[in-house]
């Protein structure tokens, strides 16, 4: 999309809205909430499929007095369910910094917590010897990955130490419902039983076929019938290359320097946002439109900015600083 083309006063983008429980006329009308699920490239659509009814029942009003809201979502050009690809003018990114977040600080607080609870089978009597024999466990594995026979439950395979990173990598972006099945892989990968990481490492392929089948393409936006892997990985490149000017001239030799650099900065997370950046080596095509000017403006409310004083990706503070922004923004965290 070029806002400066000729016929592009107008955009399309794709929009569905699970509705207040009351008309937008009614006193009780709260407003409409957005929602988006990052990424890049999630779809904005199945997004508010999955979440909105969940989220309505924690913002709405428990009293019939009180205020109701819309759930809103919604698809840019190229992305999950708009009709037609695009290019987006882009907000001024001079050097792009991965947002590594404190992926790390979760990962340290499973070891405390696991050292701290007799219910936790990974654990030794310290803090210091359950993360020592977590990375004693990673260096075994990378030494001499663990073979896996084919059952009836998966295929022949091999359980590598990039597998449990892989794990990781999801643990920390839920560690609240994912920390107890970490405890039972360590354990079962330190007694050299790799069954539930092999089941684990393949259950995406198996559950995307049983997905399918219970697929109804008659209900629009049925969930069974939406699989994003088949399609996420290009509009990702194509929004995260054209962002930046970093990495395309780079040579192997700066991508190297440039991996090492953010593996320094997060055991857990540098190799995954290295691995998103590989595409964008040799990609030439930028935007039409290059936004350079300063971004900031007030609202005609102000907006609520919710951060997480721990979170894998978008760190605290990177809220605060949007607050201390020209926005009219009130953060809780």
Known sequence: MDWRAEGSEKVAITVIQRPAKVQFTDERYGGAILVNPGGPSDSGIMHAVRIAEQLQTIVDSDDEGGLFFDVIGFDPGGVGYHPQ???????????????????????EYFFRTCSDSSACAFREDSIEKTRARFHHLIESLDISPL??????????????????????KEVVYHPVATFPLLDRL??????????TMAIRKQSGLLNRDRQLRRCDPELAFDLPCHDQ?????????A?????????SNLTDEELLDFAESLQKRSWVMGWYWTELQLPCKGWTIRPSWHIDAPLGSNTSEPMLLIGNTVDPVTPL??????????WDTILKW
Request: aromatic share 6%; proline share 6%.
């Open 229 to 237: 892997s088949q399609w996420e990985n290009e509009p990702a490149a």
């Open 186 to 195: 360590l354990v079962e990968l330190a007694d050299g039983n790799e069954t």
């Open 239 to 247: 929004i995260i290359c054209s962002d930046t000017r970093t990495f």
């Open 147 to 168: 073979p896996v026979s084919s059952t009836s439950e998966h295929s022949a395979d091999v359980v590598t130490s990039s597998d449990l990173r892989r794990f990781i």
């Open 317 to 326: 503070q990177r809220s605060v600083v949007l607050s201390l922004s020209s």
């Open 85 to 107: 690809a695009g290019m987006f003018c882009r907000l001024p990114v001079p050097k792009w910094d991965a947002p590594i977040g404190q992926s790390d600080d979760i990962l």
